[in-house]
């Protein structure tokens, strides 16, 4: 019986020490917390180098996309000027921005994925100077590599009016 019990507590020990940690919307919150801090050191920190965006227009971005900013690359001059503008643009994007949200995210998890589902709101300064308020369907999906949680793909879709 005394073999039987330590068998036991070893196994639940092991199972406990294998289970991946749990990605709650406390977790979220910190990794949202980081973005709001500081938008370009999350992009360059948490983004995967396989890290894929799709827009609203179904147009995909990419890690060396958002992060190139301030480096030399080898490209053709077309793809160098594409790079170029929506760098641009998401440097207008950032700094424009007042508020940002996920309201009523779900989150599904499954081993070291997770998955955040809701309505991304987002606040910001139009072109004339008023403030705008929008809101997509938002899927962000997290994996964790190396014991950190890390931003692997984005994907926001136009909600009808």
Not at 4 to 31: C, D, P, R
Not at 51 to 60: T, V
Not at 99 to 104: D, I, K, R, S, T
Not at 151 to 157: D, G, I, L, P, R
Request: proline content about 1%.
């Amino acid at each position: 019986m005394k073999k039987y019990m330590i068998f036991l507590a070893l196994l639940t020990f092991g199972f406990v020490s294998l289970a991946q940690s749990t990605f709650t919307q406390a977790t979220f919150k910190e990794l949202s917390d980081e973005y709001k801090s500081d938008s370009k050191a999350f992009f360059v920190n948490r983004l995967s180098e396989d890290f894929r965006y799709s827009n609203e227009q179904g147009k995909f971005l990419y890690k060396s996309d958002v992060t190139a900013a301030g480096k030399t690359a080898v490209v053709k001059t077309s793809d160098a000027q594409k790079i170029l503008t929506t760098l641009q643009a998401i440097e207008r994007m950032l700094e424009n921005v007042l508020a940002n949200a996920v309201l009523e995210p779900v989150i599904f998890q499954s081993c070291d994925l997770a998955i955040v589902s809701g309505i991304h709101k987002t606040t910001r300064v139009g072109n004339d100077g008023n403030e705008t308020t929008g809101q997509v369907a938002c899927t962000y999906t997290f994996q964790k590599r190396k014991g950190k949680w890390m931003f692997v793909a984005s994907q926001q879709t136009s909600l009808s009016e």
